[in-house]
């Protein structure tokens, strides 16, 4: 069976600190992968996803990044936090022939930058 | 392009009562059609899904039928209970979206109060 892991759960961190959230996805190949946010009491903000092996697309252009050294590994990054990058982040995926069987979802990432 | 509007919230209920949730879509084609649910803490999960005109979706007393003449996918259930508190979002993935990703709406709050 397919199962999705997302580490850490909870993460504080200073501002200024650099970021490293990893997902990895177990039971399949080649999925899509997607990095969302959720800041407090807001919907879901797509930040990155990627169909392939170094392929990356941003769809925000923040001070964060995402890269795809495996298949089924996906890595969200920092060099600086901000304090606005506080937030509920959620990786997911997705098979390439998947449309209609929607997303799985980890189980998320809280972080508190202070 | 695809877009989603469901009702804003909080939406909050008597145990017991009837709940509806809004959603309406905006797409060409047929696109297949989601609910998730995300409860406090946790990642979303897989609610319901509908992936042609008519088909109706269902998952723990939780329905929604998915109405191309109104463009619709309502989420109904007939009589809640304090569990089902937590914030319900609809999704769209595109007929010919091929990688692109699903679209969410901004979800909804729902508390039910005993």
């Known amino acids: 069976s397919q199962t999705i892991h997302q580490w850490p759960a909870t993460l504080v961190q200073p501002v200024g600190s650099p970021l490293s959230l990893e997902c990895t996805v177990e039971?399949?190949?080649?999925?899509?992968l997607y990095w969302y946010r959720q800041a407090a009491g807001r919907g879901l903000q797509l930040l990155f996803y990627?169909?392939?092996?170094?392929?990356i697309s941003s769809e925000v252009p923040q001070n964060l990044s995402a890269s795809r050294p495996q298949d089924r590994q996906f890595i969200l990054s920092s060099k600086k936090l901000l304090l606005s990058d506080s937030g509920f982040y959620l990786c997911?995926?997705?098979?390439?022939?998947?449309?209609?069987?929607?997303?799985?979802f980890g189980s998320g990432t809280r972080l508190t930058v202070v | 392009g695809n877009s989603v509007t469901q009702m804003e919230g909080p939406v909050t209920l008597s145990e017991e009562a009837f709940l509806t949730i809004n959603c309406t879509y905006t797409?060409?084609?047929?696109?297949?059609l989601f609910w998730y649910v995300q409860y406090p803490g946790e990642g979303l999960q897989l609610l319901l899904k509908?992936?042609?005109?008519?088909d109706k979706g269902s998952n723990k007393g939780f329905e929604a039928t998915y109405r191309k003449e109104t463009t619709s996918f309502h989420l109904e259930k007939g009589s809640v209970q304090v569990s089902d508190s937590a914030v319900y979002f609809c999704?769209?993935?595109?007929?010919?979206?091929?990688?692109?990703?699903?679209?969410f709406g901004k979800g909804t709050r729902l508390s039910v109060i005993a």
């Open positions: 990627s169909v392939g092996i170094g392929q």
């Open positions: 997911a995926w997705r098979t390439i022939r998947g449309r209609t069987l929607g997303y799985t």
């Open positions: 039971g399949t190949s080649n999925p899509n």
């Open positions: 509908a992936t042609k005109a008519d």
């Open positions: 999704a769209l993935s595109g007929q010919n979206s091929g990688n692109t990703p699903l679209v």
């Open positions: 797409a060409t084609g047929y696109p297949s």
